[in-house]
């Protein structure tokens, strides 16, 4: 008895381990680490599609500005390096992502002493957008997170970040772009129903054990 009990909860205990598919797919810091020979402290690099394709796991369509501790400062928990969209004129990033449903979070702030036309970031799915930014301005830098809403990807998909708004060569921050694969209805389902198992057995055999001390007392 106290084997098939202990073999419940060892059950348990797999099964709230088991949501490997709950699961950071990426994260996107842009530091040295991810893009070697990067910014240092004070300074910006604009990396240039020909002749740099890729940064950091991401196709650039045509312009990524890296900063460190340019015109504004970083978030606090973002790392010393940054992106802006917007270097010489509006661009993009993007990559391709495996089907699956995600969410996708990442850090944002307006670029300090910019009209907020022109610190918009998009976020698209296939040309959806999936997240958006606007309106916002100020004098320094003020970083929020952004999370978007559960998104489901059925074939390879283009996620693709651009700068919106006006394309003056000041834009938008952006940085620790984070995509998390989350589990599907149908696997919630089925956690649910294994838990409810496991408690229902685990009652019957709470009962069944009263039930001897109750014959043992009265005996």
């Known amino acids: ?54 940064v950091a796991g991401w196709t ?72 958006m930014i606007s309106g916002l301005g100020g004098g320094a830098t003020a970083w929020s997170t952004i999370n978007s809403p559960v998104f489901t990807v059925t074939g390879a998909g283009v996620l693709r970040i651009s700068a919106g708004g006006v394309s003056d060569s000041l834009g938008g921050y952006i940085d620790n772009i984070t995509l998390t694969a989350v589990p599907e209805p149908a696997t919630w389902a089925l956690f649910i129903l294994g838990f409810g198992a496991i408690g229902a057995t685990m009652r019957r055999r709470t009962a069944q054990i009263s039930s001897v001390k109750g014959a043992l007392r009265f005996s």
Do not use: K
């Open 60 to 131: 650039v369509d045509t312009q990524l500005e890296l900063q460190n501790n340019v015109a504004g400062a970083p978030a606090a928990n973002g790392g010393e390096v940054f992106a802006e969209l917007d270097a010489d004129a509006n661009s993009s990033i993007y990559r391709i992502i495996a089907p699956g449903t995600y969410t996708l979070s990442y850090l944002y702030s307006p670029r300090p002493g910019v009209a907020f036309d022109s610190n918009n970031i998009n976020v698209t799915l296939d040309g959806a957008n999936i997240s």
């Open 1 to 54: 008895m106290f084997r098939e009990i202990g073999f419940l909860a060892a059950t348990a205990v797999a099964l709230t381990a088991v949501p490997a598919s709950a699961a950071v797919v990426f994260t996107t810091t842009w530091e040295a680490d991810q893009v070697p020979g990067g910014p240092t402290p004070g300074n910006y690099i604009i990396y240039n599609n020909p002749p740099t394709p890729t």
